[in-house]
């Protein structure tokens, strides 16, 4: 019955060490293609992509400012947990042979690996652009390309660059007509987190 015991003990560890880690690596291989065009770093990988991820997508603040906060749940962190709740309760299992301190320690280790991973997505999100941190309003008056065909009735998305970084914002034209993509936009206001865009000849014509 005591070997019984160990072995579920033990098999409980592996299985959450070897589930944070395979997932890691699938985050890393399946995660990094979606939105590697918009993040500016170029940074491949799980940690990168998540930033990139929550960066392009850009939760907006009352404020009009860009929200940087990494989700509590976040899945990268979820998986760091699992790794070093695993790796601590197999060690600390192995060395003391009790289970509610092995238990102890590896809540205590994948707590930790939890805080390290939300605390470098945050440093990431950070560090990839100064427009995260800054108002919408300063978009305006910058020139971009359409995504996909954009209408005074029909949203559609434009691609900017700003401080170095690749960003996309739904858009809609400000005159009667389409706009096609590929073509060449400004950005002359913000409504509600919708980029108001004219054309580049239409800009200077003083639209």
């Given at each position: ?152 009735q029909r949203l559609g998305e434009v691609i900017y660059t700003i401080e170095g970084g690749t960003r996309a914002i739904p858009a809609k034209y400000k005159h009667i007509g389409e706009v096609l993509k590929g073509e060449s936009v400004v950005i002359i206001g913000i409504v509600n987190g919708v980029a108001l865009i004219v054309k580049n000849d ?6």
């Amino acid at each position: 019955m005591e070997n019984y015991s160990i072995d579920i003990i033990n098999a409980v560890y592996i299985i959450s060490m070897s589930l944070g880690i395979l997932l890691s690596i699938s985050a890393l291989i399946f995660g990094s293609g979606h939105g590697a065009s918009h993040t500016p770093s170029g940074s491949s990988g799980s940690f990168a992509h998540s930033a990139g991820h929550i960066g392009h997508h850009g939760s907006v603040s009352q404020d009009g400012t860009m929200s940087n906060r990494v989700p509590f749940f976040n899945i990268n962190s979820i998986f760091a947990f699992l790794i070093g709740f695993g790796a601590a309760g197999l060690i600390t299992y192995g060395i003391l042979k009790v289970a509610i301190l092995s238990l102890i320690a590896a809540l205590a280790m994948g707590g930790l690996f939890w805080y390290i991973v939300r605390k470098l997505l945050s440093s990431l999100l950070k560090g990839q652009s100064k427009f995260l941190t800054t108002s919408l309003d300063d978009i305006i008056g910058v020139t971009g390309t359409v995504s996909s065909v954009i209408s005074e009735q029909r949203l559609g998305e434009v691609i900017y660059t700003i401080e170095g970084g690749t960003r996309a914002i739904p858009a809609k034209y400000k005159h009667i007509g389409e706009v096609l993509k590929g073509e060449s936009v400004v950005i002359i206001g913000i409504v509600n987190g919708v980029a108001l865009i004219v054309k580049n000849d239409e800009f200077n014509l003083k639209f």
